[in-house]
């Protein structure tokens, strides 16, 4: 039986398509075969994409096979042909676009296009500048790419006469019917409750090789419609009732849990501050991505001489360990307190602009000043609807910064930067005002623009990211030069602390040693100290909370530093993509989406070991509850300082109300 002419043209762009996805996983199995585990796992990535990409193939291809077969010479059909022919370049553009940028995303993020893509794809100018002045190569090659589909799909949907309506309507109904059943079933690919998902594909701890196994149209379509639909934790992790993930939330905090006094904020508690005094001016220098490896004190490169300096006069911390991999996430953290979890960072969620907690909002009733200090455009990552929105009352940004020296794609440099926190913290200690400021850096990001003054010793090629590190470092450096000789340095704390690793990548299923990063206390009463206890991001705006002198009801869940914390509590969260980790002193455990957790030994670099996890229960429930608290704690808006009327009847939460007001079913 001899097919039309438009159901042939369809056809052309499933196979080319498929050959494409196939093409670019065998190159990319060979760029990365020293992650591969043999030739047996080869075979199964190439098969397991094969049955991906025939996926993809169902989503955009199904319909205009169908359409096709109803189409005859006519005017209706014509036109119906030319909606056609733009969709299947279009898509076919797709495809081979987000294939071709594919060896680029993976060498800086260890991974296929995902959510991230998607994030950045929300500011384009940011983005375009920076692709422009460090990735030409790559820009040229993918516009190439695009002119290339664009034209290819064009020839291939040349105009050809449509055939007459010789082909019967009964054979007709027969062959829509045949192609939605194959079409239907490439898109489900399993024959089992729920249709496909990666996870069926995925079959070892190294997420960068599971990822091989999917195409990048897939992936990106897969992060957005997680995106789109903001799943609840207990859709990745499994179900727990609210009661049993408060109980074990609270069992955990380092404090007797009678002290919860909120039946509406389960976490809300009275913490006490270990000093005594005048209340601090509190400044968080928030580093970009500065993971330990770069910081000779910490066993890393010898990048950052000042910071080394800086440490070995201040409270450094040896094993701090950050919450996630982008930026957000680490505002998150030092700023709310607030764990990570597999959605987006609540920086960017809708339902926590307003009236979600944040030290800031917190320090603003105790009279301080609080303010947000960024070298770029603060509506990047939507942080300043959320900074104003949750207790920061100044932002100052490049449109407020007067004759920066130097601005790169991402902004201000550090330099820049600096000398305008200076210029505000000697302003609010001339006006005798408490002060709280956020200091978020950006000269430490692709394409690693920065001015070549500042006295640093630069290595060939200047523009790279360990230069970018140098450049950093020699900001903060004369930044606390300065800063020592103020009049503000007595009275103020100070915490620099990095936002996140440059680059998240390995064989594990979470790379722990990407997420050990520098943090400091330091300030003029900060006694040198160095800490080898194993601390999270979220311990951070307890324990500064602490050394400030306010003491007064939060929802942190963190540990004040300033205490002694047992070994056996000692723990950091991480979020690794849709993997929830929970570190302890001894063992790492994992949850995956929909698959079984595993537990680890581990050497606080590597994961090692898998320890089976039976009679692990009570630690599973315990990882279990945190993997799902985040996400519990933003949908039903328990993550808050309570009205000033709710302040006089706080009583002690009992599990039971709880369970009967909270439900996450």
Not at 133 to 158: D, H, N, W
Request: proline share 5%.
């Amino acid at each position: 039986m001899k097919l039309t002419a438009p159901v042939k043209t369809v056809l052309k762009f499933v196979m080319l398509s498929i050959a494409i996805l196939s093409l670019s996983r065998v190159y990319l199995l060979l760029t990365h075969v020293d992650r591969i585990n043999g030739f047996s796992d080869g075979v199964w990535i190439l098969l397991q994409g094969l049955r991906v990409d025939l996926v993809v193939a169902g989503y955009f291809f199904t319909i205009p096979l169908m359409v096709s077969l109803w189409l005859y010479d006519g005017a209706v059909s014509r036109f119906i042909t030319r909606i056609l022919n733009v969709w299947l370049v279009a898509a076919f553009t797709a495809i081979v676009f987000l294939e071709v940028i594919t060896p680029e995303f993976i060498h800086e993020y260890d991974i296929r296009p995902n959510r991230l893509f998607i994030d950045y794809l929300a500011y384009p100018g940011e983005v375009s500048r920076m692709l422009w002045e460090g990735y030409k190569p790559a820009i040229f090659l993918s516009l190439f790419a695009l002119a290339v589909c664009i034209g290819a799909g064009i020839a291939m949907t040349r105009k050809k006469s449509l055939p007459d309506q010789s082909l019967k309507i009964l054979r007709r109904f027969g062959l829509t019917f045949v192609v939605l059943i194959i079409g239907f079933a490439a898109m489900r690919s399993s024959l089992q409750h729920r249709p496909f998902n990666p996870s069926m594909v995925y079959f070892t701890n190294d997420n960068l090789v599971n990822s091989l196994a999917l195409n990048s149209t897939y992936s990106v379509l897969y992060a957005a419609y997680n995106a789109k639909s903001e799943r609840q934790a207990s859709a990745l992790y499994g179900k727990m009732p609210a009661s049993q993930v408060i109980e074990n939330v609270r069992a955990t905090a380092d404090i007797n849990q009678s002290q919860f006094v909120s039946q509406d904020i389960p976490t809300l508690r009275y913490h006490e501050a270990s000093y005594k005094g005048k209340p601090k001016n509190i400044v968080i220098l928030l580093q970009e991505s500065l993971g330990s490896r770069y910081v000779g004190s910490l066993g890393g490169e010898n990048l950052t001489p000042n910071l080394d300096k800086l440490m070995a006069g201040g409270w450094q911390f040896t094993n701090a360990f950050a919450t996630g991999t982008r930026s957000v996430r680490g505002i998150e953290a030092v700023f709310s307190g607030f764990p990570p979890g597999p959605s987006r960072s609540v920086v960017k969620l809708s339902k926590s602009q307003n009236d979600f907690f944040t030290i800031a909002s917190l320090l603003k009733t105790h009279g301080y000043f609080t303010q947000f200090i960024y070298g770029g455009e603060s509506h990047f990552d939507n942080m300043k609807s959320f900074f104003l929105g949750n207790g920061i009352t100044d932002i100052h940004d490049l449109s407020t910064f007067k004759d920066p020296k130097f601005v790169g794609s991402w902004g201000a440099s550090d330099e820049d930067l600096y000398q305008e926190a200076h210029r505000q913290f000697e302003k609010l200690n001339r006006d005798s005002v408490p002060f709280f400021s956020l200091v978020f850096t950006t000269s430490n990001h692709s394409p690693w623009e920065f001015p070549e003054d500042c006295g640093n010793d630069l290595v060939a090629p200047k523009q790279s990211r360990e230069n970018a590190i140098r450049y950093s470092d020699c900001a903060l450096g004369k930044f606390f030069e300065q800063a020592k000789e103020s009049d503000y340095w007595e009275d103020t704390l100070f915490l620099v602390i990095a936002d996140h690793d440059s680059r998240a990548y390995g064989s594990d299923l979470v790379p722990i040693e990407h997420f050990r990063i520098p943090a400091l206390l330091i300030g003029k009463d900060v006694p040198p100290r160095k800490d080898d206890r194993l601390v999270s991001q979220i311990d951070f705006p307890v324990t500064l909370l602490s050394m400030a002198g306010i003491s007064d009801f939060h929802p942190m869940t963190g540990f004040d530093l300033t205490q002694d914390i047992p070994e056996s509590r000692q723990r950091a969260m991480m979020q690794y993509g849709e993997n929830f980790a929970w570190m302890d002193m001894s063992q790492t455990t994992i949850f995956r989406p929909n698959l079984a957790p595993k537990i680890f030994t581990h050497d606080l670099k590597h994961l090692n070991t898998e320890v089976l996890a039976d009679h692990k229960q009570k630690l599973l429930d315990k990882v279990h509850a945190h993997a799902l608290w985040s996400n519990l704690a933003y949908l039903q808006g328990l993550y808050r300082l309570p009205s000033d009327e709710a302040f006089d009847g706080l009583e002690v939460t009992s599990l039971e109300q709880n369970e009967k007001n909270l439900d996450m079913n």
